[in-house]
């Protein structure tokens, strides 16, 4: 580890800190219905939208209406992406010729996508045209965004409204997202990827010549729109197999920090929502704050690891850390960092191999992952995400002072920990239910590449990632299979809506309550010891649901590694 390194650690965070209170002002106007700056421009657009949709701006919906608006929505969405994967080669903008993607495989991309999760079982390159790229991922891209941040405003209202019996009208909330948020970012962020030398064309594949006469097809097509969007809303889909390893996706070590930052900058600015709609702006930094701590903790952890290196070279002298599967121009800090973050918030794009890290470097993204991805998370789902172990970590205060829980003014009752409990504990369930069934059905079996326990951790690392909607992957394991495909098809579904369905109960309940005013026994949600408690609740609850399993694999491949330095074998 060197100096130069924690600079880069220290910066990033101090910009994702200064980003937080503009980024958050801005989307609480915006959701609130305020003017802003765009106003002029946008809201005839936002209007004439409404008209043609048939949607009453004015009229709100239960937490049971927006909840199947969204479903409905999704629906929609499921059949207009399947159906442009299976028609891909009859459908125009496909200069390559791309044949139709088979049924398996589109139904695992069509849920990846819808989900965002954004896990890929082929290489975008060789699999896809163009209008696949952008009528069909891009276009979710944006769609599966805004319902996140809708659905985290929406939980937000639970906690900020009084006596209520809507939470906001779905329609408007994602329209507004994309409309005012999504679309305004990404068109400059685009050009500026563009300036940093990330392709966006239309044109064929591009035929070369290389020094020693032999042909290579370089492939380009409209990259830096799709990475645009897939950073900023945590999406993760490469345009290429590659991802952002790949020097079309993130050219440089300046495009590669502003990935980063766009990774964690909605995410975080959406705690400051939280706290200026429920008129308290130090709830918002407390949450952000615990975030923090887990994040700087894993950070350190990754980073330590990868620089220290495998036992085994460096028990031959080679020393100078792990840079297997990892890019020169980024190096060993730019490739944790980055690991970290994209496991964290649930993007899932990758820089860097992760079935290259070391096994202790390694077993941080999987307990990123593990935790349902709060640690600022996807935009959205990390803080609805976050909220509902607020939700648990109240109750466990209220148990040990003998009172009922209260937080933002609301009680917290057994209905609201019924509700925050099934929405956790259904992460578990997928993840470590279908690894367990995958470690012996032997056509699952046969799918990896690495024995032992290594084999595990990519088993156990693809159900994670798929369920925590991060699409990120070890690499290692055939994943283009029809179990595969059908199982972690299930796993990102019902990892996305089994989710958010009590999440949204639990908004309904807590808009329904009467605001509790705060008194002498009320605990204080803003200051170091909430901090530390929702800290502790969150290791404790993730120690007792997933830990024991999550830690096996990459525990033993590091034990294994010091035994082979140390015995020889």
């Known amino acids: ?141 944006f769609l599966s965004a805004a319902t996140g941040i809708a659905l985290a405003v929406a939980l937000i209202r639970g906690f900020s409204r009084a006596s209520a019996q809507t939470v906001g009208n779905f329609w408007v909330d994602v329209t507004r997202c994309t409309l005012y948020v999504l679309l305004p970012l990404c068109i400059p962020y685009t050009l500026f990827l563009v300036w940093q030398g990330i392709p966006q064309t239309l044109g064929p594949y591009v035929d070369a010549t290389t020094l020693d006469g032999a042909k290579q097809t370089i492939a380009v097509g409209p990259v830096a729109s799709q990475v645009a969007i897939k950073m900023l809303g945590t999406n993760g889909g490469g345009f290429f197999n590659a991802n952002a390893s790949h020097p079309f996706e993130n050219p440089t070590a300046l495009s590669n920090f502003v990935q980063m930052l766009s990774i964690f900058a909605l995410g975080a600015g959406l705690t400051n929502v939280f706290g200026r709609m429920v008129g308290d702006a130090r709830k918002g930094w407390a949450i952000l704050a615990a975030m923090g701590v887990i994040f700087v903790a894993g950070v350190a952890v990754t980073y330590w690891a990868e620089a220290a290196g495998t036992p085994g070279l460096n028990a031959l002298g080679l020393t100078g850390g792990n840079m297997e599967g990892k890019e020169v121009r980024f190096g060993i800090v730019a490739s944790a960092l980055f690991a970290v973050i994209t496991t964290a918030a649930s993007c899932g794009a990758v820089n860097a191999m992760h079935d290259s890290f070391t096994a202790l470097g390694g077993m941080i993204p999987l307990i990123n992952m593990e935790l349902g991805e709060i640690i600022v998370g996807g935009v959205g789902a990390g803080m609805y995400g976050m909220l509902l172990f607020v939700v648990v970590a109240m109750f466990v205060a209220g148990l040990m002072v003998g009172r009922t829980p209260e937080y933002a003014g609301k009680k917290i009752e057994a209905k609201e920990v019924k509700m925050a409990m099934l929405a956790i504990l259904v992460l578990p369930l997928m993840m470590l239910g279908w690894t367990a069934v995958a470690t012996v059905l032997p056509s699952a079996v046969a799918s990896i590449n690495n024995p032992g326990p290594h084999g595990f951790s990519e088993i156990l690392y693809a159900f994670t990632s798929a369920t925590a909607n991060n699409g990120s992957a070890f690499g290692g394991l055939t994943g283009n299979t029809p179990f595969y495909n059908v199982t972690l098809a299930i796993s990102m579904f019902i990892g996305r809506f089994m989710m958010i369905v009590p999440a949204m109960a639990l908004a309904g309940s807590l808009a329904a309550k009467k605001t509790v005013p705060a008194s002498a026994g009320t605990f204080p949600t803003h200051g170091g010891l909430f901090v530390g408690l929702l800290v502790g609740v969150i290791l404790i609850v993730g120690g007792l649901t997933f830990f024991p399993a999550l830690a096996l694999g990459p525990i033993v491949e590091h034990l294994a590694a010091v035994a082979g330095q140390t015995f020889g074998g």
């Open 1 to 141: 580890m060197t100096l130069n390194g924690w600079i880069q650690i220290a910066l990033f965070c101090a910009i994702i800190l200064a980003l937080t209170p503009l980024l958050g002002g801005y989307m609480t106007r915006v959701f609130a219905g305020e003017r802003t700056f765009l106003s002029p421009v946008l809201r005839p657009v936002e209007g004439a939208l409404y008209g043609l949709a048939g949607v009453d701006a004015k009229r709100e919906q239960t937490w049971l209406g927006y909840t199947l608006a969204m479903l409905v929505f999704h629906v929609g969405g499921f059949l207009i992406l399947y159906a442009i994967l299976r028609l891909q080669d009859l459908l125009p903008l496909n200069p390559q010729e791309m044949a139709a993607m088979p049924p398996d495989l589109s139904l695992n991309t069509a849920i990846s996508f819808l989900t965002n999760t954004n896990w890929q079982n082929y290489g975008g390159e060789s699999t896809l045209s163009y209008l696949a790229q952008m009528l069909g991922l891009t276009h979710q891209n």
